[in-house]
T-cell receptor
């Protein structure tokens, strides 16, 4: 079984600063993918970034980067130069490459202060 | 390009009434389709997924059911709603397993009174 743990229920960050959202996972599958989604107050789920378990380099997408530490089973999201529009709920998720199910963590609410 | 639609956007239904939520995907064929429920301030719970027409896998036993009458149509139903069915329902699709991200619809906010 797969499990995602996000230990930070809420985070605050000053505008223009970087912030790290934590995510640890547990799986017995050797091949899997890790995802981060953003959910603003409107409710839509927005895909941010993906990391494959065999990828050698950390994934980056614009201001988003994924700090992947396979031995520690962690996949933290780093947002650089925070903007007010980054205020939202952020979910970490994973899926075994052999399956279809995407397992989500409980989420972290991020508030960006001006 | 691909798009995913859900309706209605909001719904208020009395306890014991039936439910039908619809999800359609445009711009692709044979997608995997998913129904999730999200309670207020919580994470997403996978309810059903489908890898093809008429193929439904249930993740959580409850009074909800799902159907896939057409390749790009996914329906969530209930014969009698419970108060605990209130929540935010999200439909999603992807085009395969592994590294394919899931794309989500705008969601339906259901309140059972």
């Amino acid at each position: 079984a797969q499990k995602i743990t996000q230990t930070q229920p809420g985070m605050f960050v000053q505008e223009k600063e970087a912030v790290t959202l934590d995510c640890t996972y547990d799986t017995s599958d050797p091949s899997y993918g890790l995802f981060w989604y953003k959910q603003p107050s409107s409710g839509e789920m927005i895909f941010l970034i993906y990391q494959g378990s065999y990828d050698q380099q950390n994934a980056t997408e614009g201001r988003y980067s994924l700090n992947f530490q396979k031995a520690r089973k962690s996949a933290n999201l780093v947002i650089s130069a925070s903007q007010l529009g980054d205020s939202a709920m952020y979910f970490c998720a994973m899926r075994a490459n052999s399956g279809n199910k995407l397992v989500f963590g409980a989420g972290t609410i991020l508030r960006v202060k001006s | 390009s691909q798009t995913i639609h859900q309706w209605p956007a909001t719904l208020v239904q009395p306890v014991g009434s039936p439910l039908s939520l619809e999800c359609t995907v445009e711009g692709t064929s044979n997608p995997n389709l998913y129904w999730y429920r999200q309670a207020a301030g919580r994470g997403l719970q996978l309810l059903f997924y489908s890898v093809g027409i008429g193929q439904i896998s249930s993740e959580v036993p409850q009074n909800l059911s799902a159907s896939r009458p057409q390749d790009r149509q996914f329906i969530l139903s209930s014969k009698k709603l419970l108060l605990s069915d209130s929540g935010f329902y999200l439909c999603a699709y992807d085009l395969g397993a592994g590294g394919d991200e899931q794309y989500f619809g705008p969601g339906t906010r259901l309140t059972v009174t």
